[in-house]
């Protein structure tokens, strides 16, 4: 159980183009969502929580207008990243915190590797 | 814990060997310390967490934990790796605001 995905795995845009990543939760139900970037030999670095039905909360340093964050229901969370730039390369990772399993457990996707030519 | 930190960036082992990967948490309150793994081209896969209770975790895959709250410390430990743990390493853990802090990453490569 406890098995979260996300689509596209991979994803190449233009500059200047839009990409939606999707973070599902597939046998659970998860009232948090977690969004993390990764960089190639580095740790991840939290992005943003996002709640359903409610704002998404942002870290410091990630901008929520070029990061928009959309928790629909108990199982869908989405990531668009507007107007993508070179420097928005990176390996995005979402994870899930059940509804019954307490607030400290986290699954993790498989992650999505964007690249912005 | 406030911080987390890994100090050992790339680890190199034979086949056989014990392992032993550090890290160490800045004190925060509640202590809940999570080891988690990340093979080549796969997703985060938890090992094995500590909330409370007895400071030896055991974990999947032959992995251990030992929190021992005096060091600040949650080292990660496999009496005898294989090939098959080639994979990056991750300690993380919850600050007082309840975010998942990870450290800097492991990488372990297995020699066979």
């Known amino acids: 159980g406890a098995v979260v995905s996300q689509h596209p795995s991979r994803v190449i845009c233009k500059s200047g183009t839009s990409v939606k990543i999707e973070c599902r939760s597939l046998?659970?139900?998860?009232?948090?969502m977690f969004w993390y970037r990764q960089f190639p030999k580095q740790s991840l670095m939290l992005m943003a929580t996002?709640?359903?039905?409610?704002?998404?909360?942002?870290e410091q340093g990630v901008e929520k207008d070029k990061f928009l964050i959309n928790h629909a229901s108990l199982t869908l969370s989405t990531l668009t990243v507007t107007s993508a730039h070179p420097e928005d390369s990176s390996f995005y990772i979402c994870?899930?915190?059940?509804?019954?399993?307490?607030?400290?457990?986290?699954?993790f996707g498989p992650g999505t590797r964007l690249t912005v030519t | 814990a406030q911080s987390v930190s890994q100090h050992n960036h790339h680890v190199i082992l034979s086949e056989a060997a014990s392992l032993e990967l550090g890290c160490n948490y800045s004190?925060?309150?509640?202590?809940?310390l999570f080891w988690y793994v990340q093979y080549p081209g796969q997703h985060l896969q938890l090992l094995l967490k500590?909330?409370?209770?007895?400071?030896l975790v055991k974990g999947i895959k032959g992995f251990e934990a030992e929190f021992i709250k005096s060091k600040f410390s949650f080292n990660l430990r496999k009496p005898s790796v294989q090939w098959s743990d080639t994979a990056e390493y991750f300690c993380?853990?919850?600050?007082?605001?309840?975010?998942?802090?990870f450290g800097q990453g492991t990488e372990l490569s297995v020699k066979p």
């Open positions: 500590y909330f409370s209770g007895d400071p």
């Open positions: 994870s899930a915190t059940p509804r019954q399993g307490g607030f400290y457990e986290q699954y």
């Open positions: 993380a853990g919850y600050n007082q605001g309840g975010k998942l802090i």
């Open positions: 046998d659970f139900q998860a009232t948090t």
């Open positions: 004190y925060g309150g509640t202590v809940n």
């Open positions: 996002s709640n359903e039905g409610s704002k998404a909360t942002y």
